[in-house]
């Protein structure tokens, strides 16, 4: 059998799979902060076997699989040796937000993350150097819209991916993710919903002082209903000090697994029962065709 035979098969099989997915919805799953250092395959992996573990606390039939996921990785963005970044059009409402009136602390900031930057490139690599890498992401987020830009249009990317398939979409954001989501929908002017359900873990969207410290704007930009968003539910883990009530959406107090030691770990929320519920039922529910089995243990009667 020639490659070009080869090829072709594996290009007809990609164009069949394309279409029986179609109406199946599909998981975009938004990390938080801290993630430049971690290899993605694993990371996926690690975090899929989470949600499965969850979900085989609701229903013993298979229900999520490997197509069904998608990683928004914007960590390489925020990395100090990346030179990705993007400017909001000019009518954009985050480009109002970026011209707030804390110009100069988002300059000292991004200041000492170029600082911090440099210093990791002078070490060899360790755990100290993540970290320190970590905190200039961190700085780079905050005092850079161009790099809070380039990590939304991942998200964008992902979303407008999924709507050309036919699969409706759940986002499933984390800490720092969360506020990349929220940044990039509240931007968006659609007639309609094109996310099903939002669900966010371990979030500071709620907290109006770390929203304007982390995307900008003034005391009178308040918490923004998401047209594009058909349902936003946010969990927080009862002892995330991180994790912000929510005044808009359907907010839940979980708690994480007993073995779990950091309650706004990713992991820890996947793990859970509650996370697992509200991340299936939105999965389910936003089938356009028959839904797997296992639907029926975790969709409201």
Not at 123 to 140: F, I, P
Not at 224 to 251: C, F, H, M, Y
Not at 271 to 292: D, K, M, Q, V, Y
Request: charged share 25%; with cysteine.
């Amino acid at each position: 059998m020639t490659l070009r035979t080869l090829a072709l098969i594996a290009l007809v099989s990609s164009l069949v799979a394309g279409q029986e997915d179609r109406g199946r919805p599909i998981v975009l799953l938004v990390h938080g902060r801290g993630m430049s250092d971690r290899d993605t395959a694993a990371t996926r992996r690690m975090w899929q076997q989470a949600l499965t573990s969850g979900a085989r606390s609701l229903t013993s039939a298979p229900l999520i699989g490997d197509r069904d996921v998608r990683i928004v990785w914007y960590a390489d963005v925020l990395d100090p040796r990346s030179g990705a970044s993007c400017e909001y059009a000019s009518g954009d409402p985050r480009a109002r937000r970026a011209r707030g009136d804390d110009a100069d602390f988002r300059s000292f900031l991004g200041m000492m993350g170029g600082i911090l930057g440099v210093v990791t490139s002078l070490v060899d690599d360790n755990e100290g150097t993540a970290q320190l890498r970590a905190l200039a992401g961190d700085a780079s987020f905050v005092a850079d819209a161009g790099k809070r830009c380039a990590s939304e249009q991942r998200l964008a990317t992902e979303i407008d991916s999924a709507k050309t398939e036919g699969r409706p979409i759940v986002i499933v954001a984390h800490s720092l993710g969360a506020v990349v989501a929220y940044d990039y929908l509240s931007a968006r002017r659609d007639s309609l919903p094109v996310v099903d359900r939002l669900v966010t873990m371990g979030s500071m969207v709620g907290y109006p002082e770390l929203r304007r410290l982390l995307i900008g704007g003034g005391t009178s930009d308040s918490l923004t209903r998401l047209a594009g968003v058909k349902e936003w539910v946010n969990l927080r883990n009862g002892q995330d000090v991180l994790a912000a009530p929510l005044a808009i959406g359907r907010d839940v107090v979980t708690s994480p697994p007993a073995d779990e030691p950091d309650p706004h770990e990713l992991v820890g929320y996947l793990r859970s029962s509650s996370a697992a519920r509200e991340i299936l039922n939105g999965w389910c529910a936003a089938f356009t065709g028959p839904r797997p089995r296992g639907c029926t243990d975790v969709v409201p009667k």
